[in-house]
């Protein structure tokens, strides 16, 4: 159980366009999910949690208007990369959780960006 | 505000002994405290957690940790090493104040040497 997953696993784009990472959760409703982004060989870094129905809240930082997060649905939130550039190349990470009191997140497999 | 130091971006162990990983927190209310595992190109995978109660959490894998409030540790540790635990594994702690978002620590790599 506690399944999540992410499409696609991996994308390479121009400079420029804009670039849609979906999360799903598979086997249950995650009422909220948080979007990573992980340079290599360092940490994760929180972006944003998104709550479903509401606004995402972005962390320090983070552009809202560069990253738009969408969780319409208790089992899929996506985050779009707009107008992405070099420096946008991460890997990033989604997670869920089921409740607003559980502390457990269930991290999809990530996806890798390369914007060109 | 809370915070987690992994002691060592980079630990070596030969197959069969200990595998000691240091984290400690900073925390003003108590934590929830977590270890994740890493493998290349992968997602993270819960080895285990302590939310309350027993201080030892026992995780998969063979790893477990203690929960030390007095050194503010959550030290990882697994009797023998296996090949097949290599990978970047990170420390994280939580707040129910802060919706359970997780600040990690900045990892640090295992290897295993046969």
């Known amino acids: 159980g506690a399944v999540v997953s992410q499409h696609p696993s991996r994308v390479i784009c121009k400079s420029g366009t804009s670039v849609k990472i979906e999360c799903r959760s598979l086997?249950?409703?995650?009422?909220?999910m948080f979007w990573y982004r992980q340079f290599p060989k360092q940490s994760l870094m929180l972006m944003a949690t998104?709550?479903?129905?509401?606004?995402?809240?972005?962390e320090q930082g983070v552009e809202k208007d560069k990253f738009l997060i969408n969780h319409a649905s208790l089992t899929l939130s996506t985050l779009t990369v707009t107008s992405a550039h070099p420096e946008d190349s991460s890997f990033y990470i989604c997670s869920a959780k089921v409740g607003l009191a559980q502390e457990t997140q269930y991290f999809g497999p990530g996806t890798r960006l390369l914007v060109l | 505000a809370q915070s987690v130091t992994q002691l060592g971006s980079h630990v070596s162990v030969s197959e069969g002994a200990l595998v000691l990983l240091r984290c400690n927190y900073s925390s003003s209310v108590p934590p929830y405290l977590f270890w994740y595992v890493q493998y290349p190109n992968q997602g993270l995978q819960l080895l285990l957690k302590y939310t309350t109660g027993a201080t030892l959490v026992k995780g998969i894998n063979g790893f477990e940790a203690e929960f030390k409030k007095s050194e503010t540790s959550f030290h990882l540790t697994k009797p023998s090493a296996h090949m097949s635990d290599a990978a970047e594994y990170f420390c994280a702690v939580s707040l129910s104040n802060s919706g359970y978002a997780l600040n990690f620590g900045k990892g640090t790599s295992l290897l295993v040497t046969p």
């Open positions: 086997d249950f409703q995650a009422t909220t």
């Open positions: 998104s709550n479903e129905g509401s606004k995402a809240t972005y």
